[in-house]
């Protein structure tokens, strides 16, 4: 059940079907399904996120995104391609929320519970921006950033460079004086940043598919974090499929 929140949360994921590494991945099939409805039906677990936002590329080759959307019947916004950061804008402005939550569409194993952590964190410390990743201590592919409307409307208006508008947020976390910033570090178990769980390449698909198949039993019951470094302790040889893969740089 949805806790009621006195702001209104979205999470807008951006999607394109292009990839450099690995054209077409967000509309890969896992299961049976596309990776990109994995992420957004992992997304719907959240208690706290009060609206799902698609923020598509408004190139010709992105109509099959639109589609997906109206076939699944999931809000979205059609912006630049390569200026990430206008689109996020322009979807942010059509659906009015006061807090966003950033997610990209090659993290099929987002954990739901994981940004439910990031979220409170950054009301309760009534921070311009709180994410998971400013030291690495969750596994990658759990990568969650929250941060307020007015933070966004300033960053847009302030961002020159190339890989901001690209990236979307370095802008706000390389001014530390300009924005407060809060940062969750993994705990416990889930304290794994040698894993690598979002997919940019075919060995990264080649995993992904491999936990699904050990784990995915119901799309009305997801598989958590937890599970899948369980099952990573069990069987370390996953681990090898990709290990090779770098993760590329942002500038």
Known sequence: M????????AVIVQARITSTRLPGKVLMKIKKKQML???????????????????????KDDDILEEFAKKNNIKYFRGS???????YY?????FQPDIIVRITSDCPLIDP???????????KTKADYTSNVFKRTFPRGLDVEVFNFEVLEKICKKTSKKYEKEHVT????????????????????FRRPDLRLTVDTKE???????????????HMQIF???EVIELFNKKPELSKINFSIEQKKLK
Request: hydrophobic share 40%; no cysteine.
């Open 2 to 9: 949805k806790e009621i929140n006195s702001k209104k949360i």
């Open 37 to 59: 409805w994995h992420v957004i039906n992992r997304l719907k677990f959240s208690k706290k996120i009060n609206e799902i936002i698609l923020a598509i590329s408004n190139r």
């Open 81 to 87: 391609r390569d200026n990430v950061l206008l689109r």
């Open 90 to 94: 322009g979807a942010a402005k059509k």
């Open 113 to 123: 519970g994981i940004i439910d952590l990031v979220i409170k964190r950054h009301i």
């Open 170 to 189: 370095p802008y706000i976390y390389e001014h530390p004086k300009v924005f407060k910033l809060q940062n969750l570090e993994a705990k416990s178990i």
């Open 204 to 218: 990264d698909m080649k995993l992904i598919k491999k936990i699904y198949n050990y784990l995915y039993k119901d």
């Open 224 to 226: 958590y974090i937890d």
